[in-house]
Structure formats: structure tokens, C-alpha cells
């Protein structure tokens, strides 16, 4: 298996900006977060989904953060329109997750934004 | 407040000892508790899983206690090498919700 995929990899892009991160689970997996990390303030859940319902998405900063998962391979972070302070890496992980927990998490290699 | 702690920003320990790294949490009440490791770049990989009944969890080199009436969970790697070196990370998480991550600790051991 070829493991959580993230893309892109890296983004820049200019304050006011759309920004889309996207993240493909492993297969199999019924579970999906997101997360963001700054040196500041660590990592941080913004949203999770169970079974492509979000479950949790109390750590979404502010109405300008969105996330969707249409199907079970395919989840998007959204942020429009974008702001310097969003700068971060961002990661997706997956889980084999019952609505009680307990499972490890697998990580993708992150998306790191930087907002001009 | 809610609130994870874990020991110190940073720890260097010499070769071949034994590194212990603490993670203290308050106003919590985890049902799991997982520990991370992060190399610079790289994604969060995961180590163990203890649960709130289990005062103690083993993997080869690592051992997890936790002890939900001191609210703290201590990591230990015995026999430490240099690829060792690296930032682990606690996680609580209160059954299916409220997953949240420590600050880290960033090990270093010296050859």
C-alpha cells in the first residue's frame, strides 16, 4: 500500500487566495483527519470524518476553512480566501476507527503552505 | 483549562541509556493515550496504544505506562541509539473524541 497521499507537497501562494490540500487514505480505512502544525502552536486537529461523515470539526479555525470528503478515497481542504497567518504543514491521516477509538493513526507527508 | 505537558522542549541522553520522556495532561479523561514518533519532515508515525485500564504496554525496545490517577504517561527507550534521535509526541484521546497531541519532546542521543 502506497500509504496516505497528500498533494501538493509544497504550496506558496499570495494573501486572498484560494488554497485546495488534498489527501487520499489508505484503503480500507474508515477514518480521516486533519491536522495542522506550526512550531507555535503544535499539532492541531481541524476536522475528522467517520465513514465520510465529519464527525468533529470544532478545530477548524474560522469560516474560511472547509473540508469535504465525497467518498471514502478523497478528502479536500479547503481555505478561501487564504492569510498569511494560515502558513503551516498540514497533514491528513487515516485510521481502521471505531466511533470509540483507540486505533493508531497513519500520517501523510504533509502539504506545507506558505501564504505570501 | 485543558492542558498536555510533556517534561521538556528538548532531551539529550548518551548512547546505550535509557531515555524517559513524560507526558502529563489535566482536566482529561483519556480512554487511550498513543505516543508518536516525527523525524524533521516527515509525518507523525505511530509507536504504541495504551488504554486506560493497562498500567503498562512493551515493544521490544519501548515501554508505556500510564496512570490515570497521576494524569501522566511516561516513554521510555532502553538501550538508546543515535537513529533514535527524534521528536515523540503523546496523543490522548477521550473515547472517539477530543483527540489532541502533546507539545513534543525532542531527543537526541549522543554517540
Known amino acids: 500500500d502506497a500509504g496516505v497521499i497528500q498533494s501538493p507537497r509544497h504550496e506558496v501562494t499570495e494573501m486572498g487566495q484560494e488554497v485546495t490540500l488534498r489527501c487520499k487514505p489508505i484503503?480500507?480505512?474508515?477514518?480521516l483527519f486533519w491536522y495542522r502544525q506550526t512550531m507555535m502552536r503544535g499539532l492541531e486537529l481541524l476536522i475528522y470524518?467517520?465513514?465520510?461523515?465529519?464527525?468533529?470539526d470544532s478545530g477548524m479555525p474560522e469560516d474560511r476553512f472547509s473540508a469535504k470528503m465525497p467518498n471514502a478515497s478523497f478528502s479536500t481542504l479547503k481555505i478561501q480566501p487564504s492569510e498569511p497567518r494560515d502558513s503551516a504543514v498540514y497533514f491528513c491521516?487515516?485510521?481502521?476507527?471505531?466511533?470509540?477509538?483507540?486505533?493508531?493513526?497513519?500520517f501523510g507527508p504533509g502539504t506545507r503552505l506558505t501564504v505570501l | 483549562s485543558q492542558k498536555i505537558e510533556q517534561n521538556s522542549e528538548a532531551l539529550n541522553i548518551q548512547e546505550g541509556k535509557t531515555a524517559t520522556l513524560t507526558c502529563n495532561y489535566t482536566?482529561?479523561?483519556?480512554?487511550?493515550l498513543q505516543w508518536y514518533r516525527q523525524d524533521p519532515g516527515r509525518g507523525p508515525v505511530f509507536l504504541l496504544l495504551?488504554?486506560?485500564?493497562?498500567k503498562e504496554k512493551r515493544k521490544e525496545r519501548l515501554k508505556v505506562t500510564f496512570d490515570t490517577t497521576l494524569k501522566q504517561s511516561l516513554f521510555h527507550i532502553t538501550a538508546s541509539q543515535p537513529a533514535d534521535s527524534a521528536t515523540y509526541l503523546c496523543?490522548?484521546?477521550?473515547?472517539?473524541?477530543?483527540?489532541?497531541f502533546g507539545p513534543g519532546t525532542r531527543l537526541s542521543v549522543l554517540p
Open positions: 491521516a487515516s485510521s481502521s476507527r471505531t466511533l470509540t477509538g483507540g486505533s493508531e493513526q497513519f
Open positions: 484503503s480500507g480505512h474508515n477514518s
Open positions: 470524518f467517520n465513514n465520510n461523515v465529519p464527525i468533529d
Open positions: 482536566n482529561y479523561s483519556p480512554a487511550y
Open positions: 495504551i488504554r486506560e485500564n493497562e
Open positions: 496523543a490522548l484521546e477521550e473515547d472517539g473524541q477530543n483527540f489532541v
